[in-house]
């Protein structure tokens, strides 16, 4: 149980161009999604909180307006990075809560290269 | 907030038993404490959760003092493919912190 999956798991685009990430609970549903960056050899860095049906909580230093995070429904998030630059290229990783204690369960991650 | 602290590496052999420490002082009451396993280009995957004393599952256990300032992933009988980054993650839903991670190197 509490499987979550992403999806594209790699996206390569060119500068300039938007990309749009999916965060799906499979088997649970999920008021609360995160949204985490890492860069190699380096911790998650989370950068947004997704509640379904309400707007996204960013961290200090995100751009909301970069980074739009729709949260529709209670097993689907998405994240959309909008005029991607290179150094938005980083690997893109989603959980959702599932469980009495806060437990969170990521995704396989998406890598994205912005060329 | 409960920020957390680890070694940031540890090495060890095929076949011994591993101990990663974090360290979480200012862990609040309501505060659960999560240890994950990361490969490269893979997201986190969930090890093993407990709140205070002793947990155990197939794979790992966790030693959490009384005080809960500390936790201990114990991991018995390591092999080749547990060579990973582990990461704790103490907090709850709304505000939790995840620390730098530990990476562990297991040799032949």
């Known amino acids: 149980g509490a499987v979550v999956s992403q999806h594209p798991s790699r996206v390569i685009c060119k500068s300039g161009t938007s990309v749009k990430i999916e965060c799906r609970s499979l088997d649970f549903q999920a008021t609360t999604m995160f949204w985490y960056r890492q860069f190699p050899k380096q911790s998650l860095m989370l950068m947004a909180t997704s509640n379904e049906g309400s707007k996204a909580t960013y961290e200090q230093g995100v751009e909301k307006d970069k980074f739009l995070i729709n949260h529709a429904s209670l097993t689907l998030s998405t994240l959309t990075v909008t005029s991607a630059h290179p150094e938005d290229s980083s690997f893109y990783i989603c959980?959702?809560?599932?469980?009495?204690?806060?437990?969170?369960?990521f995704g396989p991650g998406t890598r994205l290269t912005v060329l | 907030l409960a920020k957390t602290t680890q070694p940031i590496s540890m090495d060890s052999y095929e076949g011994q038993e591993v101990n990663i420490t974090c360290s979480h002082n200012n862990i609040a009451t309501n505060d659960y404490i999560t240890w994950y396993q990361q490969f490269p280009s893979q997201g986190p995957r969930f090890i093993i959760q407990?709140?205070?004393t002793k947990v155990t599952n197939e794979v790992a256990s966790l030693f959490i003092p009384a005080d809960r300032k500390s936790s201990t992933l114990s991991l018995p009988r390591v092999s080749l493919s547990d060579t990973a980054v582990y990461y704790c993650?103490?907090?709850?839903?709304?505000?939790?912190?995840f620390g730098s991670g530990t990476k562990l190197n297991v040799k032949p």
């Open positions: 407990g709140y205070k």
């Open positions: 993650l103490v907090g709850d839903m709304s505000r939790f912190y």
């Open positions: 959980s959702a809560i599932a469980g009495s204690t806060d437990t969170q369960y």
